[in-house]
């Protein structure tokens, strides 16, 4: 019984020890002090996006530089513009110019929630047999979104809380997105 109990006891020292010795080390993990920044321009990052789509008698050519400035590890807000032109040959032709504003939320370090609202210009030509018909139109979109954050691209998707159908730019109010900072 004696050698039982000796042997319990033993085991839970170890046990202890290997727990303290756990988690000593995974708390050195984040005690490391970060260098403090107080410049500007050590908080600004700069992305954004670059589509080209090349076809038979289609093209779709999108640029959407963006720039956020990071308030602490939790909280950034920033800018963008866009520019698009979509043209199928013979049948349709776009020019989308407008920007952009968008906070940005890190309540964990995996995960960014996102308020967006765009203001782009719409201009499109219709060409058929007899004519051309021309429209051009300001759209609004307010978005929220959030999405999967690993280092500075994030993968997830928004919803435009605006979205009407018969009047909106976008074909669905639910959009998938890739975002990227540097």
């Known amino acids: 019984m004696k050698k039982n109990t000796i042997q319990n006891s033993m085991r839970f020292l170890l046990l ?20 403090k920044t107080s410049g500007f321009w050590d908080h600004v990052q700069f992305g954004g996006g670059f589509g080209l789509a090349i ?14 400035y990071n ?11 866009q520019y698009s032109r979509l043209k199928q040959k013979n049948f349709y032709s776009s020019n ?30 219709y060409t058929d047999l007899y004519d051309n018909v021309k ?25 435009n809380l605006l979205f009407d159908k018969d009047k909106d730019l976008y074909g669905d109010a639910f959009m998938p997105f890739i975002r990227v900072y540097f």
Do not use: C, M
């Not at 076809?55 to 956020?68: E, K, L, Q, R, W």
């Not at 308030?71 to 513009?81: I, K, R, S």
């Open 135 to 159: 429209r051009s139109f300001w759209n609004t979109g307010l978005y929220v979104g959030g999405g999967y954050r690993a280092d500075n691209v994030t993968i997830g998707a928004r919803f």
């Open 55 to 68: 076809g038979n008698g289609f093209t779709d050519i999108t640029i959407a530089p963006s720039a956020i």
């Open 71 to 81: 308030f602490n590890e939790f909280f950034a807000l920033g800018t963008g513009l």
């Open 16 to 35: 202890l020890a290997f727990l303290g010795i756990s988690q000593t080390v995974l708390s050195q993990e984040n005690t490391l002090p970060k260098a």
């Open 96 to 125: 989308v110019v407008g920007g952009s504003v968008i906070g940005l939320f890190n309540p964990l370090e995996e995960i960014q929630l996102s308020l967006e609202v765009e203001q782009v210009h719409v201009s499109t030509t």
